[in-house]
Structure formats: structure tokens, C-alpha cells
């Protein structure tokens, strides 16, 4: 049985877009806590600091020791658990490309695919300067390269010069009621 939903693609694949559809109008609590919107920005990036803050210094450092990435991600994922404020809990991280072993046995593994081209293009877009726009295209090529090998229940094609929402929204929709049986509330606001 699925209790939780893992979103996963490559950095710039309309995962923040995804992960803010799950949280905001499917009631899957993607995180408690979310960096600010970067300048050029509305919206948050929908990634949990809880998970970023537990996971970079492995990102940084890949010397240290796995084994304690994974009994702090056990930690991470216990505490998500038990703090649901919802019946679902989801954690969206291009970073979980780099270590798919912190994927639980019980997760929805849904994985946005992008070409990585059009993920490089789209941070011509961004208000960031060339060395911040190298380091999101290094990070792009290297979870490009470890993409295929992470399972996953679905793989939703995301778009390519832009991110198809209502695609993504759609195919969301469908997987969650299917899966969870979890309906969209705002649409019968409307």
C-alpha cells in the first residue's frame, strides 16, 4: 500500500510546479517548510529544508559516509510520518536522483522526464548570474546521467521549450485518485 508521494526529475522539469499542484490543491503535504521564492519568482520551489538541510552535505561532501545519510533519511522519513497534517505526505528532490536508495518501499514514485536541453535552456529565464547558471546546468548533466536507473510507478513527460501544467495537472489528478482516491477540492469550487 502507497502512503506517501516521491516527485522526481531533473532540476528545471516541472517538478516545483507538480509539487505545488500535490500541496496545494490535492491536500499531499509536500513539506512544512519551503525556501523562499528566489528573485523572478512567485511561487516556492516546493522542496522540504528539513530533507535539503539533511541531505547537501552528502551532495557537497561525497566522502562521507552513506550509511549515515541513511539513518538520518530514516530519521527524516519517521518524523514526516508521525507530523502529517495530512492523510498523504509527498517530498520532491532533483537531489533523490543522486541517491535513489532513500526512496521508501512505500512510496509513489512518480518521475517527471524533460530533455536535459530544454532544462539548460530554461535557465536562460532565470534572474541568476553565469556561475550560479553553470552549477544548475552541472547538476542537470549529473542527475541526466543517473535519470534512467531510479524505478518508478509513473513518468510523465513534462513539455519541452516549456513545462505543459495542465498536462502534469491532469496526470496527477488521474494518478492520485487512483492511487489514493484523493479528488481535486478546488474543483468543486468552481
Known amino acids: 500500500m502507497k502512503t506517501c508521494v516521491y516527485l522526481i526529475g531533473l532540476p528545471r ?3 516545483s510546479v507538480s509539487a505545488q499542484y500535490l500541496h496545494e490543491n490535492l491536500g499531499i503535504e509536500m513539506g512544512q517548510t519551503f525556501r523562499a521564492p528566489y528573485p523572478g ?3 516556492f520551489d516546493y522542496e522540504d529544508c528539513a530533507f535539503t538541510d539533511m541531505i547537501m552535505p552528502y551532495v557537497l561532501d561525497p566522502k562521507k559516509r552513506l550509511f549515515n545519510l541513511k539513518v538520518a533519511n530514516t530519521r527524516y522519513v519517521q518524523q514526516r510520518q508521525k507530523a502529517k497534517l495530512s492523510q498523504y505526505w509527498g517530498l520532491k528532490s532533483p537531489l533523490l536522483l543522486l541517491h535513489p536508495s ?3 518501499e512505500d ?3 512518480i518521475k517527471l522526464y524533460r530533455e536535459p536541453v530544454y532544462c539548460k535552456l ?4 532565470l534572474p541568476i548570474n553565469s556561475f550560479q547558471r553553470a552549477k544548475i546546468c552541472e547538476m542537470i ?3 541526466a546521467r543517473l535519470y534512467k536507473d531510479v524505478k518508478a510507478d509513473y513518468v510523465l ?3 519541452e521549450e516549456t513545462i505543459n501544467t495542465a498536462y502534469l495537472t491532469f496526470k496527477l489528478r488521474e ?3 487512483e492511487t489514493f482516491g484523493i479528488v481535486d477540492h478546488t474543483l468543486s469550487k468552481r
Open 13 to 15: 522539469s516541472g517538478t
Open 41 to 43: 519568482r512567485d511561487d
Open 102 to 104: 532513500l526512496i521508501p
Open 107 to 109: 512510496a509513489l514514485v
Open 122 to 125: 530554461s535557465t536562460k529565464n
Open 141 to 143: 548533466d549529473k542527475c
Open 157 to 159: 513527460e513534462s513539455g
Open 175 to 177: 494518478i492520485c485518485n
